[in-house]
């Protein structure tokens, strides 16, 4: 079965402190994989995807296929990051869309 | 560009009662979905248009959820009868040519 696993609900970190979003997927063939995000009171929106290979907002993450993960990470953590973030895989050619139940980071100041 | 309209934003019913959501997409967007997001959960696809057509419903009840998509531009979500349990943000999110799906805003639903 297709399944994307966000393992911690809630992810605290003090401000400065290196972060590390994690998601395992368990997807046939090569799905692209995504990373979205939720501020407060904000639409869902696109952080980045794994094809773009790009950082935004000093967030990165790599693909790993052998361990089928997408972890998120970011070296220092700022308050402004504390949000509801989702790892996403789009089947492939299909453009299904589909979210992981999501990790909310807090950021302490 | 104008972004995803989604109305009403918060809609209270009785369980039972029935209730239509809209979306209106990005202009040009080919692919419309629509997810139910539950209290403390990730969204969960409902139904994927590719224009006016169904790409896939495989987690929509059918017993009382429907939605279409006239014209290959509008959407209406419809739960007929609801239960306590669809209470949930209801987002309609669009995309283009390019990967990256814009989100409404979202109907928030309360069945009492």
């Known amino acids: 079965a297709q399944r994307v696993t966000q393992p911690e609900k809630l992810l605290s970190v003090f401000k400065g402190a290196p972060v590390e979003l994690k998601c395992n997927y368990s997807?046939?063939?090569?799905?692209?994989l995504f990373w979205y995000v939720q501020y407060s009171r904000q639409r869902l929106q696109l952080l980045l995807r794994?094809?773009s290979r790009e950082s935004i907002k000093g967030f990165t993450a790599d693909l790993n296929k052998g361990e089928t993960s997408f972890h998120l990470k970011k070296p220092f953590a700022q308050e402004e990051d504390s949000a509801m973030y989702y790892c996403?895989?789009?089947?492939?050619?299909?453009?299904?869309?589909?979210f992981g139940k999501g990790t909310k980071l807090s950021v302490i100041p | 560009e104008a972004g995803v309209a989604q109305s009403p934003r918060y809609k209270i019913i009785e369980k039972r009662q029935s209730v239509a959501f809209w979306c209106n997409p990005i202009?040009?967007?080919?692919?419309l979905y629509w997810y139910q997001q539950i209290l403390g959960q990730g969204p969960k696809l409902l139904i994927q248009?590719?224009?006016?057509?169904?790409?896939?419903d495989s987690q929509l009840p059918k017993d009382r959820f429907s939605a279409e998509r006239l014209k290959g531009v509008d959407s209406t979500l419809k739960i007929q009868p609801a239960k306590l349990e669809d209470s949930a943000v209801y987002l309609c999110?669009?995309?283009?040519?390019?990967?990256?799906?814009?989100f409404g805003q979202g109907t928030r639903l309360t069945v009492v």
């Open positions: 202009s040009g967007h080919a692919t």
């Open positions: 997807y046939s063939g090569s799905p692209e």
């Open positions: 999110a669009s995309k283009g040519r390019f990967p990256e799906a814009f």
């Open positions: 996403a895989p789009d089947r492939a050619g299909s453009y299904q869309l589909t």
């Open positions: 794994h094809i």
């Open positions: 248009f590719q224009n006016n057509g169904v790409v896939d």
